[in-house]
């Protein structure tokens, strides 16, 4: 189903080191994802998307992973920031003709310090 | 403006009350979704607009909850007889191909 009102698993990392975001999807039609970034009071914003026809994508101090095998997605972020605290949230595409967005729970990442 | 806009920004109203809650997408962005999110919680899916079809409104969690989209653009989200259980932000997201673009969403406190 769509994501509802769950609360959110945390991710604590000190700030410099890797971290690493994970989110399982359910559908494996699905050819079409996407990372979102909420800081608090915030939208979802865009991060990094990913095709299915790919396995791997780079941005600016972020990678996103795509296994497809598994339906496992991740998202790394390379030398955590304290401005990286945020929630994240993986979204795959439905597919067909909808074009719709299906998102995931999300992830609150605390740095700390 | 280039983004896109809600309103109000924030919402105070008494239990019992009917609400609607304003979304402006982005010129030209053919979808648009509403979403309910309530504190420390991920993104409810309440109803999502495409094109000329017909709305998905699987999500709206009862009938005291509508939307509509006149013009293919502007959208209200109409809450009626509002619970305290719908305190929330609201968030609405419009897009043209499939990345969504969100609004800062209004803050629904039911009294």
């Known amino acids: 189903g769509e994501s509802v009102g769950l609360h959110l698993p945390t991710l604590s990392v000190q700030e410099g080191d890797n971290s690493i975001i994970n989110c399982a999807y359910s559908?494996?039609?699905?050819?079409?994802f996407i990372w979102y970034k909420q800081e608090s009071g915030k939208g979802p914003q865009f991060i990094i998307d990913?095709?299915?026809?790919?396995d791997k994508r780079q941005g600016q101090r972020v990678t996103v992973l795509l296994n497809k095998t598994v339906k496992h997605l991740s998202l790394q972020i390379a030398a955590t920031q304290p401005g990286d605290s945020a929630v994240y949230f993986c979204?795959?595409?439905?597919?067909?003709?909808?074009?719709?967005?299906?998102f995931g729970t999300g992830t609150l990442l605390a740095v700390q310090p | 403006g280039a983004g896109v806009s809600q309103s109000p920004s924030n919402k105070v109203t008494e239990k019992g009350k009917d609400v609607e809650l304003r979304c402006d997408p982005i010129?030209?962005?053919?979808?648009l979704y509403w979403y309910r999110q309530s504190l420390g919680q991920g993104l409810e899916f309440l109803i999502y607009?495409?094109?000329?079809?017909?709305?998905?409104k699987s999500g709206l969690p009862s009938d005291r909850f509508s939307a509509e989209r006149t013009g293919g653009s502007v959208s209200t989200l109409t809450i009626q007889r509002t619970q305290q259980e719908d305190s929330a932000v609201y968030l609405c997201?419009?897009?043209?191909?499939?990345?969504?673009?969100f609004g800062q969403g209004t803050r629904l406190t039911v009294v």
């Open positions: 997201a419009s897009s043209f191909n499939v990345n969504a673009f």
């Open positions: 559908n494996s039609a699905s050819d079409y």
């Open positions: 990913i095709r299915s026809n790919m």
């Open positions: 979204a795959e595409e439905k597919g067909g003709a909808t074009n719709k967005l299906i």
């Open positions: 010129s030209g962005h053919t979808a």
């Open positions: 607009f495409q094109g000329n079809s017909a709305p998905d």
